[in-house]
């Protein structure tokens, strides 16, 4: 399975021996000799996988992997830490920095290539899931550019939900959740006539009836997606009248 994964490790042996092992496997391998440097290589190359030392100059690894699982850019990405500390502590603090695995040095190169192509599998279906709702929205942005009346209410609606909701501490989950219900909340209107989104006058009961219906068609549209759990109600109940 092919993919591009970023090694980070300040030991210039280790870095080549994990990079020489995923080339013969047929992956792309950038490495990094620290932490800071390391984040400049990510968004350079945006990697589907690193692997990352723990121990490391100017910034070490669980604050790397806390800063890329804390930024929405990049916290779908996996992160797996290569490291020689075997204690419980060690372990939890991994855990709460966000690490998607851990291997321990010296490194197996079964269990290395198990991990990678395990999480590079992930990493593909994720990528799926996110080219869906990038279809998704843009779809969205279409129904809202036929009424220009309308034009950037959908990117102003996401952007206030989420500023609203960090203001009363929603937790991360639910924030995301809003981003994306502010934007296809309206996408139900693809199977509303042009000739009423557009009318210009009062609309006739039956027409009314028609646009009261997009929210449950816009849920029907979103509900394949898994990812869009906690979306749909959002969707199903934005006109608290219907």
């Known amino acids: 399975m092919a993919g591009k994964i ?3 490790d300040d030991d210039a042996a ?3 021996l994990l990079q020489e092992t995923l ?3 047929g992956m792309e391998v950038v490495t990094a ?3 800071r440097s390391s984040l400049e290589e990510f968004a350079r190359l945006k990697p589907d996988l690193v692997l990352l030392d723990v121990n490391m100059p100017f910034l ?3 604050e790397v992997c806390r800063r890329l699982k804390s930024n929405p850019e990049t916290r779908l990405t996996p992160v797996v830490l290569v490291t020689g500390l075997t ?10 920095s966000g690490a998607d695995g851990f291997l321990s040095k010296p490194v197996d190169q079964s269990e290395l290539l198990a991990h990678v192509r395990s999480l590079l599998s992930l990493k593909a279906h994720t990528d799926e899931l996110e080219r869906a709702e990038l279809v998704l929205f843009a779809l969205a942005r279409c129904i809202e550019g036929k009424d220009p009346n309308t034009e950037g209410h959908c990117e102003r609606l996401s952007g206030y939900s989420v500023q609203l909701g960090k203001e009363i501490g ?5 924030l995301v959740a809003l981003r994306r219900a502010g934007i296809v909340h309206d996408i139900g209107k693809v199977a509303v006539p042009e000739t009423i989104l557009l009318k210009p ?15 449950v068609l816009g849920e029907r549209i979103c509900a394949p997606l898994k990812s869009f759990r906690l979306v749909l109600p959002i969707i199903r109940h934005h006109h608290e009248k219907l």
């Open 87 to 96: 204690g419980r502590e060690d372990r939890v603090r991994g855990i709460k």
């Open 60 to 62: 070490d690894g669980f």
């Open 23 to 25: 080339i013969a496997e």
């Open 201 to 215: 006058g009062r609309l006739t009961p039956e027409e009314f009836l028609v646009v009261q219906h997009h929210p």
């Open 170 to 174: 929603l937790p991360d989950d639910q």
């Open 33 to 35: 000799p620290d932490g």
């Open 14 to 16: 280790n870095r080549e």
């Open 6 to 8: 970023l090694v980070v």
